[in-house]
């Protein structure tokens, strides 16, 4: 196992206001169980921790929305999420709780180390405050109209019914969630962690060590550290989560992403005693199971933590999924388009390993990929059931029928090129195997073993086995055979003997190398070979002789059955029905009156409009032009350079609130003087209400992307 004593495997922890989907499924944790349960069959000495967030604004979002505390919204879910991984053979070494006393120890713990050691600066902003409420509000904690679609139920951070990203300043008609009291900005004192005096460090680990890593974590880690890190807020003015351990922060919390990576510790320390050989030991290889909009908090804002607290170990991969879409769509919670674990286990009892082999099979491993009910039922039907479910059941089937249901002997003498060549297979499928999932590629693994089914069934068609026992049938009662005689018996015996052992080993080291894939599987092969569960030690991989001859043989039973038409057209209708539920509960409020539109401007030609050069481009700094209310100088990234703005929209936003946003810049206008500063260009804005709009790419795009 190399230079590795020990693993210590994670997956993000889910946030505990609502149930799993197949994406979350796909995304992190079914990669992280085949990766855990390939190590424990190689024995090797690993740990698989996970739990639930119970912190933070999504959850008191949903207690608001279900009436109920913040508490039961978690006890709730935790319930369900928990429930739903153990149906699916998730098997995690400890499934925890961050609302547990000793996660809440162990993050105040983390939190005061950091502070006592001087890591944290102190800084006074302004923030939106509900001045009924008399609290601070998240964004979260702000709703009104979207300006792109008209919601009248848009977060101040995002609007889930068009999935446009938000600030509370774009937001028509904003009110607090709590009270419908219009915020107000007020100021107050939280913890920052100065990140950007990691990136020395992020560099020559991150950068310069791993580059290893898959091409969307490395490419994501670059292009934030390249842009220069800032200081990051690692308290928020909140009731619900663990308080800050000072005696001057009455009403802070941790924020959730300091507080829930510090989950993983603690839920090793709830597991085990010896949990520090696993946190702290140069010699424990710590790999993050997550998806891809987690990158940026596992592979540089929790390493720099446990860099500056010291004493811990770094990840050593960070294996981040893209995303999974559902019949060509993103899956939206909010609009109740998803594929739910839970209801999937109801609808398709005891078929839980045919969801996980779609799933690994399309895993968004380097892209997004889609989830289709179609692809589901083909994958099942063509491949779970006529190749690999087919190959083990002809073979027991035919063991039973010509061998009296023991094991064959392999007559060494009269084996041929084929029985020998489909044994050597064994051995360099199981390195295929190993090499792919240790490597993270989960699909390509999957696919060695169902090409090895596949090369038995190639193998038992051509062999014939049943062809043979005819021929001594009809030799045995005296009739004439072509090309045959009562002395070919004892070679045509031999034949169908090597071919079904041939076949019977094969199927031994089927249950094998599928094991960490379809673990439910795995273990129905055991039970018709009469194996123990020891069998499936990867040592025993590859070998020919597994099975002992004349050892007898439950009866065959089905592995799969097919998925029929009216099951798929149930499942598409269903995600139908659910999103038509879900967007006449969310239906915006008849819109007011607009305000009148602009008046046109002159008609121009294409020539004109072909002049002009477009690039998105991100906000990377920002600050206030001194004696200019109105104007902000910004330093926009474009890809090939970094460009000094000046722009007059200081009255509509702070320094703070812009950095990181996406921005749409006229990169060839003529260079212009404002204030004695130099402004390289125009960042595009619309105004809807008085409110001033970023005009910005619907999706993150690299920065210098061409607008045409």
């Known amino acids: 196992m190399g230079k590795f004593n020990r693993y210590l495997i994670t997956a993000a922890l889910p946030y505990a206001n609502g149930p799993v989907?197949?994406?979350h499924l796909a995304g992190c944790y079914l990669p992280a169980d085949i990766y855990v349960r390939y190590l424990r069959a190689k024995k090797a000495d690993v740990k698989f921790v996970c739990g639930t967030d119970e912190h933070g604004v999504p959850i008191t979002i949903k207690a608001m929305k279900e009436n109920i505390t913040p508490q039961d919204v978690v006890d709730k879910y935790h319930r369900i999420i928990g429930d739903s991984f153990a149906a699916m053979g998730i098997s995690f070494d400890i499934f925890a709780r961050t609302s547990d006393p000793v996660?809440?120890?162990?993050?105040?713990?983390?939190?005061?180390?950091?502070?006592?050691?001087?890591?944290?600066?102190?800084?006074?902003?302004?923030?939106?405050?509900?001045?009924?409420?008399?609290?601070?509000?998240?964004?979260?904690?702000?709703v009104g109209t979207c300006p792109n679609c008209g919601n009248d139920k848009a977060y101040g951070d995002q609007c889930e019914r068009c999935g446009r990203t938000l600030s509370p300043d774009e937001l028509i008609n904003p009110h607090s969630a709590l009270s419908d009291a219009v915020p107000v900005?007020?100021?107050?004192?939280?913890?920052?962690m100065p990140l950007q005096n990691y990136e020395p460090w992020l560099r020559e680990w991150l950068?310069?060590?791993?580059?290893?890593?898959?091409?969307?974590?490395?490419?994501?880690?670059?292009?934030?550290?390249?842009?220069?890190?800032?200081?990051?807020?690692?308290?928020?003015?909140?009731?619900w989560g663990i308080k800050v351990p000072l005696p001057d922060a009455d009403g802070k919390v941790l924020y959730v992403w300091f507080d829930a990576p510090i989950g993983y510790i603690s839920a090793t320390k709830e597991l085990t005693p010896e949990w520090a050989?696993?946190?702290c030991k140069e010699d424990t290889k710590l790999v993050h199971f997550i998806g891809k909009d987690n990158i940026v908090f596992h592979c540089i804002i929790f390493p720099a933590m446990l860099k500056a607290h010291g004493g811990y170990v770094f990840p050593e991969n960070v294996p981040a999924n893209e995303f999974l879409n559902i019949e060509g769509e993103k899956v939206s919670t909010s609009r109740n388009w998803a594929v739910w674990v839970h209801e999937y286990i109801k609808d398709f009892p005891d078929q839980?390993?045919?969801?996980?082999?779609?799933?690994?099979?399309t895993a968004p491993e380097t892209k997004d990929n889609d989830f289709t009910w179609k692809d589901f039922q083909d994958r099942n039907n063509n491949e779970l059931v006529s190749i690999f479910g087919n190959f083990i059941n002809r073979t027991m089937v035919l063991m039973h029928k010509l061998c009296g249901g023991k094991v064959p002997p392999l007559h060494q003498d009269t084996t041929d090129e084929a029985d020998r060549q489909l044994l050597s297979e064994f051995a360099a499928a199981k390195e295929k195997v190993e090499n792919s999932i240790e490597n993270y590629r989960f699909r390509e693994a999957l696919g060695e073993v169902i090409e090895l089914s596949r090369k038995g069934n190639q193998y038992l068609q051509k062999s014939e086995p049943w062809i043979y026992s005819r021929t001594i049938e009809k030799l045995n009662a005296g009739e004439e055979v072509a090309g045959y005689t009562q002395a070919d018996i004892p070679a045509l015996q031999a034949k169908i003997e090597n071919c079904l052992h041939v076949c019977l080993q094969l199927t031994a080291n089927l249950s094998i190398l599928v094991n960490p894939f379809l673990p439910f599987t795995a273990r129905k092969i055991c039970h018709m070979?009469?194996?123990?569960d020891r069998m499936l030690d990867w040592e025993n991989a590859g070998s020919d002789k597994l099975l002992s001859v004349g050892y007898s043989l439950r009866a065959p039973e089905l592995l799969f059955k097919k998925v029929e038409d009216e099951q798929v057209t149930a499942q598409i209708e269903k995600l139908h029905a659910g999103l038509k539920k879900s967007a006449a509960e969310n239906a915006p409020a008849p819109a007011e009156a607009a305000t009148p539109a602009a008046p046109p401007?002159?008609?121009?030609?294409?020539?004109?409009?072909?002049?002009?050069?477009?690039?998105?481009?991100?906000i990377i700094q920002a600050e206030k032009v001194e004696k200019a209310d109105k104007l902000l100088k910004l330093q926009v990234d474009i890809g090939t350079e970094k460009r000094t703005v000046v722009s007059g929209i200081a009255m509509h936003f702070t320094p703070e609130e812009i950095v990181g946003k996406q921005v749409t810049l006229v990169a060839n206008l003529a260079p212009r003087k404002m204030r004695g500063i130099e402004s390289q260009g125009m960042i595009l804005m619309a105004e809807h209400n008085g409110k001033l709009i970023f005009v910005n790419p619907a999706e993150a795009t690299p920065p210098g992307s061409a607008i045409s």
């Not at 890593?213 to 909140?238: F, H, P």
């Not at 008609?603 to 690039?615: G, M």
């Open 185 to 192: 900005k007020k100021l107050t004192k939280h913890w920052y």
């Open 352 to 361: 839980q390993d045919v969801l996980r082999y779609v799933l690994c099979s």
């Open 103 to 142: 996660h809440h120890e162990t993050a105040s713990e983390f939190f005061l180390k950091m502070n006592n050691d001087g890591l944290f600066e102190e800084k006074e902003s302004e923030q939106y405050y509900d001045p009924e409420k008399k609290v601070f509000l998240a964004d979260r904690y702000i």
């Open 601 to 618: 401007k002159p008609e121009i030609q294409y020539d004109d409009f072909a002049k002009l050069d477009l690039r998105v481009g991100t």
């Open 277 to 279: 050989d696993y946190w």
């Open 21 to 23: 989907h197949i994406g």
């Open 529 to 532: 070979l009469k194996v123990v």
């Open 207 to 239: 950068l310069e060590g791993h580059k290893e890593w898959k091409n969307n974590v490395y490419g994501q880690c670059k292009s934030w550290i390249d842009n220069g890190l800032q200081s990051r807020a690692m308290t928020r003015d909140s009731n």
